[in-house]
T-cell receptor
């Protein structure tokens, strides 16, 4: 049972444009959601989070949107930069247990 | 110091060996975690320690034995592993149990022959 799903394994975007990474979930008990970024040979790095009672959280170039009725969240990166190229994991948190999605590999081309 | 340090970075062991993975953090975090990540898969939770006590064991086989000697250290003792246990083992910490923002180490890449 996959509680967190990222249906796009990869995404390619031109530098300067918007990157939109999507995530769906099935567990209504998640109390907040997080996005992590992972470069090869490194551990995941926390990027941004959103509480389940909010619908938007913004931090610089990164914005996360939450649509609870659709059980869907998305991460917007604008403008995208080549250094943003990495694997992005969406995760739901329930009582300190993070459940990760499969990840989306973002490639930002100059 | 905002690092989670894992050693060794790479480990190759036979199925009869006993080895340990180590993790250290000096951020004063009171929760520490072990995750396992296979290639092209998301990290999967194995164990959670809260205030140095094991609070979550995700039905991990007993050939993996966690230990938390103090609030800064977390070990994972390995014995009689199988080749399918080969994976990247990630340690993480958070400032309080239940907090989702985890700080991850770079991982220990384990190969079981």
């Amino acid at each position: 049972d996959q509680q967190v799903k990222q249906n796009s394994p990869s995404l390619s975007v031109q530098e300067g444009r918007i990157s939109i990474l999507n995530c769906d979930y099935t567990n209504s008990m998640f109390d907040y959601f997080l996005w992590y970024k992972k470069y090869p040979a490194e551990g995941p790095t926390f990027l941004i989070s959103i509480s389940s009672i909010k619908d938007k959280n913004e931090d610089g170039r990164f914005t996360v949107f939450l649509n609870k009725s659709a059980k869907h969240l998305s991460l917007h990166i604008v403008p995208s930069q080549p250094g943003d190229s990495a694997v992005y994991f969406c995760a739901g948190n329930q009582g300190g247990k993070l459940i990760f999605g499969q990840g989306t590999e973002l490639s930002v081309k100059p | 110091d905002t690092e989670v340090i894992q050693t060794p970075k790479h480990l190759v062991m036979g199925m009869t060996n006993k080895k340990s993975l180590k993790c250290e953090q000096h951020m004063g975090h009171r929760a520490m975690y072990w995750y396992k990540q296979k290639a092209k898969k998301p990290p999967e939770l194995m164990f959670v320690y809260s205030y140095e006590k094991l609070s979550i064991n995700e039905s991990v086989p007993s050939r993996f034995s966690p230990e938390c000697p103090n609030s800064s250290l977390l070990n994972l003792h390995l014995h009689a592993l199988q080749p399918e246990d080969s994976a990247l083992y990630l340690c993480a910490s958070s400032d309080r149990p239940g907090a989702g923002e985890l700080f991850f180490g770079e991982g220990s890449r384990l190969t079981v022959l």
